[in-house]
């Protein structure tokens, strides 16, 4: 029984690392696309995602340098959102494999 319990808890805790990289990665690549399509920097939704790629995707910022700044910060911070997908779902899977074998019902009898 306290397999079972510690299974289900280590299931939603994959379950939240992935929901939550998956959110970090959607809201970087909603600054790629203000960015691409020129959104007014001084907008606070344009400004709350900045701050999120700024905080959450900054190991990319200037990674490609391409002579168009808004294509090179448009690939960087997709980029980011990539890394954080993966990483997420990487993560994840290692917490699922970490939990422990459901108890099979021959042994309890």
Do not use: Q, Y
């Not at 701050?51 to 294509?71: A, M, N």
């Not at 997908?85 to 970490?98: C, D, E, M, Q, Y």
């Amino acid at each position: 029984m306290a397999s079972n319990a510690t299974a289900s808890i280590l299931s939603l805790v994959a379950t939240i690392v992935r929901v939550a990289c998956a959110v970090i990665a959607a809201v970087i690549v909603i600054h790629a696309l203000f960015v691409l399509f020129e959104a007014n920097p001084t907008n606070g939704l344009v400004e709350f995602a900045a701050g999120w790629r700024d905080s959450f995707g900054w190991f990319t910022k200037d990674l490609f340098t391409p002579s168009d700044p808004k294509i090179a910060e448009t690939i960087n911070a997709g980029l980011a959102a990539v890394v954080w997908v993966v990483a997420g779902s990487l993560i994840s899977k290692l917490i699922v494999k970490l939990a422990p074998a459901p108890a099979s019902k021959k042994a309890d009898a």
